[in-house]
């Protein structure tokens, strides 16, 4: 909370927290954040009079909300100036991996899929909402930018191992081939239980730039963003609009057409 105040009063007009803001800690492979019904969470009530208070739109990058089936949803929000929630995304892709032998992760053992993506209106822009791992599935971003986003928002908790190798070229990238903006809080230091996140929230333009880079520092970072360059850069380059449809051959097929 001290930090959005400070950005608030830094002249904030939308704030980004990164993927389980209201805590997290692991247990062998399983990730544990604070759980608690949507309707009684205190992460969402707090920033619902957060927003409201300071006149400031929010993004609740995720937090671990109870689902039907005993296990949770990793949710995120986007919360209005006037404390109202706009909308919702359940995380899709679940981080399922074993990064080395000491490093296993199954999200999926506690968290139920999300099945569903929207685009925004939001503080003037058309914005849509992933979440960490969702970073590497690129029809995600694509689908989103071609229903409309202006910029993406992927509040992570990346892990250091896979940040230091991956975190920048991947959201650079998504920003180029969707000609949209990319926000992306990302959480920091060390995770009760073992692990660490990455860090380096990142805020970049339409054509791959960084405008911002929070390093591995707690601390906010802040960018003035123009949205007309989403369209600029779009007209320049509208592969938005030149996807074509195409058949996969299979290897049986190919080695037949090589014995012709």
Same mark, same amino acid.
């Given at each position: 909370?001290?930090?959005?105040?400070?950005?608030?009063?830094?002249?904030?007009?939308?704030?980004?927290?990164?993927?389980?803001?209201?805590?997290?800690?692991?247990?062998?492979?399983?990730?544990?954040?604070?759980?608690?019904?949507?309707?009684?969470?205190?992460?969402?009530?707090?920033?619902?009079?957060?927003? +409201?208070?300071?006149?400031?739109?929010?993004?609740?990058?995720?937090?671990?909300?109870?689902?039907?089936? =005993?296990?949770?949803?990793?949710?995120?929000?986007?919360?209005?100036?006037?404390?109202?929630? @706009?909308?919702?995304?359940?995380?899709?892709?679940?981080?399922?991996?074993?990064?080395?032998?000491?490093?296993?992760?199954?999200?999926?053992?506690?968290?139920?899929?999300?099945?569903?993506? @929207?685009?925004?209106?939001?503080?003037?822009?058309?914005?849509?909402?992933?979440?960490?791992?969702?970073?590497?599935?690129?029809?995600?971003?694509?689908?989103? =930018? +071609?229903?409309? %986003?202006?910029?993406? =928002?992927?509040?992570?908790?990346?892990?250091?191992?896979?940040?230091? %190798?991956?975190?920048?070229?991947?959201?650079?990238?998504?920003?180029?081939?969707?000609?949209?903006?990319?926000?992306?809080?990302?959480?920091?230091?060390?995770?009760?239980?073992?692990?660490?996140?990455?860090?380096?929230?990142?805020?970049?333009?339409?054509?791959?730039?960084?405008?911002?880079?929070?390093?591995?520092? +707690?601390?906010?970072?802040?960018?003035?963003?123009?949205?007309?360059? %989403?369209?600029?850069?779009?007209?320049?380059?509208?592969?938005?609009?030149?996807?074509? =449809?195409?058949?996969? @051959?299979?290897?049986?097929?190919?080695?037949?057409?090589?014995?012709?």
């Amino acid at each position: 909370m001290p930090l959005a105040e400070a950005a608030a009063k830094a002249g904030a007009e939308f704030i980004f927290l990164p993927e389980y803001c209201g805590g997290l800690a692991s247990e062998g492979a399983a990730l544990r954040p604070p759980v608690a019904q949507e309707k009684d969470h205190p992460m969402l009530r707090v920033f619902q009079a957060f927003a +409201q208070n300071y006149q400031v739109w929010v993004m609740l990058g995720s937090i671990a909300v109870t689902a039907p089936d =005993a296990k949770i949803l990793n949710r995120g929000y986007i919360i209005d100036s006037a404390g109202n929630v @706009q909308s919702h995304y359940d995380k899709i892709h679940l981080f399922d991996v074993e990064i080395s032998e000491q490093e296993v992760y199954r999200e999926s053992a506690h968290v139920t899929p999300g099945a569903a993506v @929207q685009v925004t209106p939001a503080c003037g822009m058309q914005l849509g909402h992933t979440i960490c791992y969702d970073l590497r599935f690129p029809k995600l971003f694509r689908d989103l =930018a +071609q229903a409309g %986003a202006e910029a993406i =928002a992927v509040p992570a908790a990346f892990v250091k191992k896979t940040g230091q %190798a991956h975190w920048h070229v991947l959201n650079r990238a998504r920003a180029i081939e969707n000609g949209c903006f990319i926000i992306a809080p990302c959480a920091v230091g060390p995770i009760p239980g073992g692990g660490e996140s990455y860090g380096h929230s990142l805020i970049i333009d339409p054509w791959g730039r960084v405008l911002a880079d929070g390093g591995e520092d +707690q601390g906010f970072i802040q960018a003035t963003i123009d949205l007309s360059q %989403a369209r600029r850069v779009r007209s320049k380059i509208p592969s938005l609009t030149h996807d074509r =449809a195409y058949s996969l @051959q299979s290897a049986e097929m190919t080695e037949r057409y090589q014995d012709l």
